[in-house]
């Protein structure tokens, strides 16, 4: 037979190694969680722009839902803009460069520090039931607790 002995080849070079390494994890289950408290970062001068132009725009097409041409709108507007006429937004841009900068310093002060000391309850939710012997039978009140947050009398 023409291909007998390649397949006997073929199958060893299929077989899945024992020793082989584990596969690598994603790089979303890797990645670390982004912390909420961090500051964001600054609109660049054509998004300062488009927080106007879609201001005007809204006004005079009211009819028109869809964001790709409310987009597609700007940026050809922002093309057609002289650097005068974009100079404001560029300085509203830097401004706002300007106190991101200082707010991630004073961020990343904070975080040096360590975390802040949280309260004694800080692992309990505000909402929580705080049924600390966990038994949910009748109280002495007569109610009768069958959920964490609900109570029938």
Do not use: H
């Amino acid at each position: 037979m023409k291909g007998g002995k390649s397949k006997a080849k073929a199958d060893n070079k299929l077989a899945v190694k024992k020793n082989a390494p584990a596969v690598k994890k994603s790089a979303k289950a890797t990645k670390a969680a982004k912390d909420p408290n961090k500051p964001k970062r600054p609109s660049s001068a054509f998004f300062v722009f488009m927080e106007d132009f879609r201001k005007s725009y809204k006004s005079k097409n009211p009819n028109n839902k869809a964001v790709s041409e409310v987009g597609k709108a700007g940026g050809a507007k922002w093309k057609q803009l002289s650097d005068a006429e974009k100079a404001p937004y560029v300085a509203e841009a830097e401004k706002r460069k300007k106190k991101y900068e200082k707010d991630i310093k004073e961020y990343d002060r904070r975080q040096a520090e360590g975390p802040a000391e949280e309260d004694e309850e800080s692992d309990k939710s505000k909402s929580e039931v705080n049924d600390e012997d966990g038994d949910d039978d009748d109280d002495e009140s007569g109610e009768v607790c069958n959920f964490d947050l609900l109570c029938f009398k």
